[in-house]
């Protein structure tokens, strides 16, 4: 038997994983989740920077930074950072950064991802209908 | 001696794209599982959450090295970082991984007991394969 097969056994047997043992309770799955924003943070930076071809220097050029407090950030230390200082850097890389608070209600919490979805679309349409320069 | 496992301990996670299981050795145990349980619970969240967000990363995108680094060519062995904790992995089949071993990291540059780690990893990928290649690595209960 080999790996892939072994797995799909044992998901057909119902064996649970270490990662949903641990997240049974809540306490730890909210920081589990807490990590995992991080880290998709910085994921989102690194796609960014890619994008634009930049290097962890040229984006501390770009904001007057330390390249060193720029590499930090991006290991770890954005969970430490002011929201001021996370919009400038997503500017830096041609980003904007959108805060959203969502409820844990779950009522509640539809109602407010419904509503970001429409607000979302309606700016994306609003944006994509400017005029373009010189047009 | 490592605690006596069984296939309920191997699973660490099911992402998206990759799952990630613990090494099982010959003698029934899981060292980097026994490693894993030795962490305070924070540093355990952390650790989850790094192989969770590799687990989910689409192929083709490159996940940051201050979180999963190559630490050998050939085979490739990686390492899963978390603050100064250091999970070896190696790649077992298509979207399977295997966790292997446990380091602290103490020096910038991979040190000593780094070293030694990683080449750990390097004979337990042999050891995983001939193993699975004559039928006894996951025919255990």
């Known amino acids: 038997m080999n790996a892939h097969e072994a797995h799909a056994q044992r998901r057909a047997s119902g064996k649970t994983t270490l990662e949903q043992r641990l997240r049974r309770d809540p306490e730890?799955?909210?920081?589990?989740?807490e990590h995992l924003a991080e880290l998709r943070l910085e994921q989102q930076f690194l796609e960014a920077m890619e994008r634009q071809?930049?290097?962890?220097?040229?984006?501390a050029r770009?904001?007057?930074?330390?390249?060193?407090?720029?590499?930090?950030?991006?290991?770890?230390?954005l969970s430490?950072?002011?929201?001021?200082?996370?919009?400038?850097?997503?500017?830096?890389?041609?980003?904007?950064?959108?805060?959203?608070?969502?409820?844990h209600d779950p009522d509640e919490r539809k109602k407010v991802i419904d509503y970001v979805i429409f607000a979302l679309s309606a700016k994306e349409n609003t944006i994509t209908k400017l005029p373009r320069k010189g047009a | 001696m490592g605690k006596q496992r069984t296939s309920d301990d191997l699973d660490l996670l099911i992402g998206v794209i990759r799952s990630f299981e613990w090494f099982?050795?010959?003698?029934?145990?899981?060292?980097?599982?026994d490693a894993f349980e030795g962490l305070p619970a924070n540093d355990q969240d952390a650790v989850v959450?790094?192989?969770?967000?590799?687990?989910?990363?689409?192929?083709?995108?490159?996940?940051?090295?201050?979180?999963?680094?190559?630490?050998h060519d050939n085979p490739k062995i990686f390492a899963a970082k978390a603050g100064k904790h250091r999970f070896t992995v190696f790649h077992a089949a298509v979207d399977v991984w295997i966790v292997h071993g446990y380091y602290a990291k103490r020096k910038a540059?991979?040190?000593?007991?780094?070293?030694?780690?990683?080449?750990?990893?390097?004979?337990?990928?042999?050891?995983?394969e001939e193993r699975v290649e004559r039928g006894v690595y996951y025919e255990r209960t």
Not at chain 1, 28 to 33: H, K
Not at chain 1, 53 to 59: D, G, I, N, Q, R
Not at chain 1, 62 to 77: H, Y
Not at chain 2, 120 to 128: E, H, L, Q, V
């Open chain 2, 49 to 71: 959450a790094t192989f969770k967000h590799w687990g989910d990363l689409p192929r083709g995108l490159r996940i940051s090295e201050t979180r999963v680094n190559e630490e």
């Open chain 2, 24 to 33: 099982w050795e010959a003698d029934g145990t899981m060292p980097a599982l």
């Open chain 2, 109 to 128: 540059k991979l040190d000593k007991v780094g070293r030694a780690t990683v080449e750990r990893a390097i004979r337990a990928k042999d050891d995983y």
């Open chain 1, 28 to 33: 730890r799955s909210r920081r589990i989740d």
């Open chain 1, 80 to 103: 430490a950072a002011k929201l001021g200082r996370v919009r400038e850097m997503a500017a830096a890389v041609d980003c904007e950064v959108l805060t959203l608070l969502i409820p």
């Open chain 1, 53 to 59: 071809h930049m290097v962890a220097a040229e984006l």
């Open chain 1, 62 to 77: 770009r904001v007057k930074r330390q390249p060193a407090s720029i590499s930090r950030d991006l290991a770890g230390g």
